[in-house]
């Protein structure tokens, strides 16, 4: 079993920036993808950002140059650096960790961009 902490959702104002942690503990071992979705109320949970065992990255459109996803293998955690934040950036952010036998998700974190 892995079980995923995030931390590091907040409130801010639009402009300003946050950093999203995700860490991984449990029987977590191979390779593994690693994302971050979002859901905002009375919307669909969509991928944010994700990162691949290898580091290749991906990103969706509205967030490109602005949020940066990251991972420290040794420490089994992701990243997300979200600068420049918008009021349409408001949604529980959630962890996503893919290994080959099955995904496991976060508890969510709130972000919300607010003046």
């Known amino acids: 079993q892995v079980q995923l902490v995030e931390s590091g959702g907040g409130l801010v104002q639009p402009g300003g920036s946050l950093r999203l942690s995700c860490a991984a503990s449990?029987?977590?071992?191979?390779?593994?993808?690693m994302g971050w979705y979002r859901q905002a109320p009375g919307n669909q949970r969509e991928l944010v950002a994700g990162i691949t065992s290898d580091s290749s990255t991906h990103y969706l459109d509205s967030v490109k140059g602005r949020f940066t996803i990251s991972r420290d293998n040794a420490k089994n955690t992701a990243y997300l650096q979200m600068s420049r934040l918008k009021p349409e950036d408001t949604a529980v952010y959630y962890c996503l960790v893919e290994t080959m036998d099955a995904d496991y998700w976060g508890q969510g974190t709130q972000v919300t961009v607010s003046s």
């Open positions: 449990g029987s977590i071992s191979g390779a593994y993808d």
